[in-house]
C-alpha cells in the first residue's frame, strides 16, 4: 500500500477539486448544484460499494436496499427531529441492518451471496410495500423538504466523509486485512484475522454511508415509495460505476461514477426516449471491452505492472 | 503431557474415515515427522489441530487446555501457526506485508505496527527474502513462496508450527537451505510438526516420526526404528535402504 | 372452505406451479449449463406473452398453437444473444467466477435493452385478450375453459420437456455437460455448441411460459422481472444445474405462493423470500441440490 510518491500532489488536488465543488454555487447558474448533486450521491454510493466489495471481492447487488432504509428513515424522522440528526438515523439504521444482513448472508460463496443481495433488495421492497399498505395505510410518504443548497453541501460533505474513510481505511492495516480476506480467506484465518467479524463490521459500515446519502437525497426526491427507495437500478449502477472506473486504484470508483454519471445525464436530456436503450448498451459494452476498467487502461498504457 | 495432544482424533466426511482414533504427544521443542501415503489423512490431522475442520471424535489439547473446536484465528493467537499444502498466499499483496499483517494480527497479545515493522524485517532475514520484500506474493517462484509461507505463519509467534509438504517441488540446493531453515527455528524454542514425502528431509531433521495408513496411526518411533518397521516398510517405504544410514 | 375453492387453488397453483418450472428450467438451463445468470431472462417471459397476444390479436391465432413459433423466435434470440455476447465474454474472461460476474452483468445491460424495445415498439399500456372464457362444468363444478386448457398446455410442456432431458439422446449430454465440463468433453459431446444450444433452450422456455402467462393475466412490457425473481429461487431451490430440481421447485413455489395469494395478497412474493434465505442459509446447494 504506497501511497508516499503521489500522496502529497494527489492531496492537493483533491483539495483544489472540493474547493471548486464547495464555491460552486457562488459562480454557477443555480441548477447546476441541482445536477452536480446527482453525480455527488452516485459517487458516495460507488465509493462506498468498493470501500468494502473492492478489496474482499464479494459482488454486493444490496445498495439500493441500504440506501432506501436510509432514505425512509428520513420520510419517518424528518418531521419531528432536525436534519441532522435524521441523517444520522438513516447511516444508523442502514449500519445495524446491514450487520444483521452481513451477518446472515456473508458466510456465501461469491455467486449466492450475490443473488441474496439482490433478492435482499426485493424483499424489502415487497415487505415494505406490504406494510406501508396494510400497516401504514399509505402507498409513499412525503418527506420534509430542505433546500437544494444545504442539500448540495450535505452531499459534499459525505462524498468527503466517505473518500476520507476509505482512504484511511487502505492504508491502515484493515485495509491489508480485507484485501487479504478477499485474497485467501482461508490463510487470511490461520493468521488470527477473524474473518467473520472484519467481513461484518465493513460491510455494516459501507452500508453506513449509503444510508447516509439516501437520508439526504430523500429530502431532494420529496416524494418516496417503496418503488423509488429501493430501486433495482441503484443495485447495478454502482458496481458498474466501479467497474468502469477500475477497483484497482482508490480513485477508480470516484473517477467512474463522475463520468458516468454525468454521460447518463446528458444521455437523458438528450434522447429520454431511449435512455434505457442507450444506458442497457453502454453496460455491455464497458463489460465487455473493459474489464479493468479506466485505471486498468491507464496502467496499461504506462507499462506499469497490473494493479490486479 | 506434551505441548501438543490428540486422543483419539476421529473425523468422519460422510461414511469415510478420513481419521480415526488417532493419537499422539508432542513434546516441546521436538521435530516430528509425519508421514503416509497420499489420502493416508495427513493434512486432514493438520486441518483438525489448526481449526480448519472440526473433530467428529476425540480431542485436542494445547498445553493441556482442548481446543479441537475453536476457529483458526482463536488457534492461531493461541500460538499454533501452519503452511499449505498448496501455497496459499495473498497474490497482491507484497512480501513485506504477508509477514506484517502475520505479525500484527495473529500474536498473543496486541502488536504495535511499529514493532511489527521491525519484527517484519528481522523474519525477513531469517528466511531469506529481505531483497523482494516490495515484491508482490504472486511474482515470486515457488522456492521463495514457500518461505515466504513459512515467514508469515512465523511472524505470529508459534509455539508450535505445522509445515505441510513445504519440501515439495524443491531443488537439492533449495531442500538443503529448508532443512537449515527448520532446524534454526526449532533452535529458537518451536516446535515442529512436519508432514513430508521428501523421506531424505523427514529422516535427516525428524527426532520422530509418526506413520498413518488410511487415518489411522501405523507405527510411531525414532527414524532408524520406522525405517526398519515392517509393516511400514510394506505400506510405505518400499525398501528399507534407509536401514542402513 | 368450499370444494370450489380448494380445486381454484389447486387449478391456479399448478398453473402458476407450471409457469415457474418452465421459467426456472430455463434460467437453470441457462446458468447451471451455460453458466450465465441472465438477469434478462424475465423479458423472454415478457416477450413471449407478447408474441401470442400480437398472434392472437392480429392474426387471430390460437395461443395454445402459438408455441409453434413463439418457442422458436426465442430459442434464436438467446442463442444469437450467446454467441454473440456471452461466449465473447467468456473468452475473454480469466476464470470462471469472473466470467459468472462479467456476464451477470452484461444481462442486466441486456435486460435494459429488451425492456426499452418493447417499451417503444408497444407502449406501457395493458394489454389482454380473451380467449375460450365460456364455463366448462366438470365435475359438478363450473371451470373457465381457458384456465384448464392453460392447466393442461403446462402440464403438458413440461412432461415433454421432461422426458426430453431425461430420456433423449441430447439431454443426456446436456445433463452431463451441466456436471463436468470437461469430462462431457472427453467423451465427445460438443461442449461449446451444447451450451449455446441450452442457452436458446431456456430463452425457449421462458417464451413458452409467456405464452400461459399472457392466457391468464394482463400484460405490459414490465412483467418480466417479477419473474426472474421466482427463477432465481426457484433455481435456488432445486440447485443449480439441476434440472429436474428446478422443475419440482417450481412446482413447489407454485403452490405456496398460490395459497399464500389466497390468505394475503401482498405477502406472496415476501414468503417466496423468506423461504429463498433460508434454503440459502441452511442449504446453498439447495433441497435437491448436488
Not at chain 1, 198 to 219: D, N, P, Q
Not at chain 3, 214 to 235: H, N, R, W
Request: glycine residues 10%; aromatic residues 12%; positive net charge.
Amino acid at each position: 500500500m504506497d501511497y508516499g510518491k503521489g500522496l502529497w500532489t494527489k492531496s492537493f488536488f483533491s483539495s483544489l477539486l472540493v474547493l471548486f465543488l464547495a464555491t460552486l454555487p457562488f459562480y454557477m447558474p443555480p441548477y447546476t448544484p441541482l445536477a452536480v448533486t446527482s453525480i455527488l450521491m452516485y459517487v458516495v454510493l460507488t465509493v462506498s460499494w468498493a470501500m468494502f466489495c473492492g478489496p474482499t471481492r464479494y459482488m454486493s447487488l444490496a445498495t439500493a436496499t441500504f440506501f432506501g432504509v436510509g432514505m425512509y428513515t428520513s420520510a419517518v424522522l424528518g418531521e419531528r427531529l432536525p436534519f441532522p440528526v435524521v441523517v444520522l438515523c438513516g447511516s444508523l439504521g442502514s449500519f445495524f441492518i446491514g450487520l444483521l444482513t452481513g451477518y446472515i448472508c456473508l458466510r456465501l460463496r461469491g455467486f449466492y451471496f450475490a443473488i441474496f443481495t439482490f433478492g435482499l433488495n426485493e424483499l424489502v421492497r415487497n415487505f415494505v410495500l406490504w406494510w406501508e399498505g396494510r400497516v401504514a395505510h399509505t402507498v409513499g410518504r412525503w418527506v420534509v423538504l430542505v433546500d437544494s443548497l444545504t442539500i448540495y453541501y450535505y452531499m459534499l460533505a459525505i462524498v468527503v466523509l466517505t473518500v476520507l474513510v476509505t482512504f484511511f481505511i487502505n492504508r491502515s492495516k484493515y485495509g491489508l486485512i480485507l484485501l487479504s480476506i478477499g485474497e485467501a480467506e482461508e490463510a487470511a484465518s490461520h493468521i488470527g484475522i477473524n474473518v467473520t467479524r472484519y467481513r461484518i463490521v465493513f460491510f455494516a459500515l459501507s452500508c453506513f454511508f449509503m444510508g447516509m446519502a439516501g437520508a439526504v437525497m430523500a429530502t431532494k426526491w420529496a416524494y418516496i415509495d417503496p418503488r423509488i427507495a429501493f430501486n433495482p437500478v441503484l443495485n447495478f449502477t454502482p458496481v458498474l460505476m466501479a467497474l468502469f472506473g477500475g477497483v484497482g486504484k482508490m480513485y477508480g470508483p470516484i473517477v467512474g461514477a463522475g463520468i458516468l454519471t454525468l454521460a447518463s445525464e446528458i444521455l437523458l436530456s438528450r434522447f429520454p426516449y431511449y435512455y434505457m436503450l442507450l444506458y442497457g448498451s453502454l453496460f455491455i459494452v464497458i463489460i465487455s471491452f473493459l474489464p479493468d476498467g479506466l485505471v486498468g487502461l491507464t496502467g496499461r498504457w504506462r507499462r506499469n505492472r497490473g494493479t490486479r | 503431557m506434551g505441548i501438543l495432544e490428540g486422543e483419539k482424533v476421529t473425523k468422519f466426511f460422510g461414511g469415510l474415515a478420513a481419521v480415526f482414533d488417532v493419537d499422539f504427544d508432542i513434546d516441546e521443542g521436538e521435530i516430528v515427522g509425519l508421514i503416509g501415503p497420499n489420502g493416508a489423512g495427513k493434512t486432514t490431522l493438520f486441518n483438525l489441530i489448526s481449526g480448519s475442520l472440526s473433530t467428529t471424535g476425540g480431542e485436542i489439547r494445547y498445553q493441556g487446555k482442548r481446543i479441537s473446536n475453536l476457529k483458526p484465528h482463536q488457534i492461531c493467537r493461541l500460538g499454533i501457526a501452519r503452511t499449505f499444502q498448496s501455497v496459499n498466499l495473498f497474490g497482491n499483496i507484497s512480501v513485506f506485508d504477508h509477514v506484517f499483517l502475520g505479525s500484527i494480527c495473529g500474536t498473543a497479545s496486541r502488536t504495535k505496527a511499529v514493532d511489527a515493522r521491525h519484527k517484519a524485517a528481522t523474519i525477513l532475514e531469517l528466511v531469506g527474502l529481505p531483497a523482494r520484500k516490495s515484491e508482490l506474493a504472486k511474482n515470486l517462484p515457488l522456492g521463495e513462496q514457500k518461505r515466504l509461507e513459512i515467514g508469515r505463519a512465523l511472524a505470529t509467534e508459534p509455539r508450535v508450527l505445522l509445515l505441510d509438504e513445504v519440501m515439495a517441488g524443491l531443488t537439492a540446493t533449495e531442500l538443503n537451505s529448508f532443512t537449515t531453515l527448520i532446524r534454526q527455528i526449532r533452535s529458537g524454542g518451536t516446535t515442529i510438526l512436519l508432514v513430508e514425502h521428501v523421506m531424505q528431509a523427514i529422516m535427516a531433521i525428524c527426532d520422530r516420526i509418526i506413520v498413518l495408513h488410511h487415518g489411522v496411526k501405523l507405527a510411531e518411533g525414532l527414524p532408524q526404528e520406522i525405517a526398519k518397521n515392517q509393516k511400514v516398510i510394506e505400506v510405505y517405504l518400499g525398501t528399507d535402504a534407509y536401514a542402513e544410514r | 372452505m368450499s370444494i370450489k375453492l380448494i380445486f381454484d387453488v389447486a387449478i391456479t397453483g399448478l398453473i402458476m406451479g407450471g409457469i415457474y418450472a418452465l421459467i426456472a428450467m430455463g434460467l437453470n438451463l441457462q446458468y447451471g449449463v451455460a453458466r450465465v445468470l441472465n438477469v434478462s431472462h424475465g423479458e423472454f417471459v415478457m416477450l413471449g406473452a407478447f408474441i401470442t397476444y400480437f398472434a392472437h390479436k392480429i392474426f387471430g391465432i390460437n395461443p395454445l398453437l402459438s408455441l409453434v413459433f413463439c418457442g422458436p423466435l426465442l430459442f434464436i434470440v438467446g442463442f444469437f444473444m450467446y454467441r454473440t455476447l456471452f461466449q465473447y465474454l467468456r473468452r475473454t474472461s480469466g476464470s470462471l467466477d469472473v466470467f459468472e460476474g462479467r456476464s451477470m452483468l452484461a444481462s442486466f445491460g441486456a435486460l435494459y435493452v429488451i425492456q426499452n424495445i418493447a417499451l417503444m415498439w408497444w407502449g406501457p399500456n395493458v394489454k389482454a385478450y380473451s380467449y375460450l372464457n365460456y364455463p366448462v362444468r366438470f365435475l359438478g363444478l363450473t371451470f373457465e375453459a381457458n384456465r384448464l386448457a392453460a392447466l393442461l398446455f403446462t402440464l403438458v410442456l413440461i412432461l415433454v420437456f421432461y422426458l426430453f432431458v431425461v430420456y433423449s439422446k441430447a439431454g443426456k449430454a446436456i445433463r452431463a455437460a451441466a456436471q463436468n465440463e470437461k469430462s462431457a468433453q472427453l467423451m465427445g459431446i460438443n461442449v461449446p455448441a451444447v451450451l449455446g444450444f441450452c442457452f436458446g433452450l431456456g430463452s425457449l422456455l421462458a417464451g413458452l411460459a409467456g405464452s400461459v402467462v399472457s392466457m391468464m393475466q394482463e400484460i405490459t412490457p414490465l412483467i418480466g422481472f417479477p419473474y426472474l425473481i421466482i427463477a432465481m429461487i426457484v433455481l435456488v431451490l432445486g440447485g443449480a444445474g439441476n434440472i429436474l430440481g428446478s422443475l419440482l421447485g417450481g412446482l413447489i413455489l407454485g403452490g405456496v405462493t398460490t395459497v399464500v395469494m389466497y390468505v394475503e395478497p401482498g405477502l406472496s412474493l415476501v414468503v417466496s423470500y423468506v423461504i429463498f434465505a433460508l434454503i440459502l442459509l441452511i442449504r446453498p446447494e439447495g433441497v435437491l441440490g448436488r
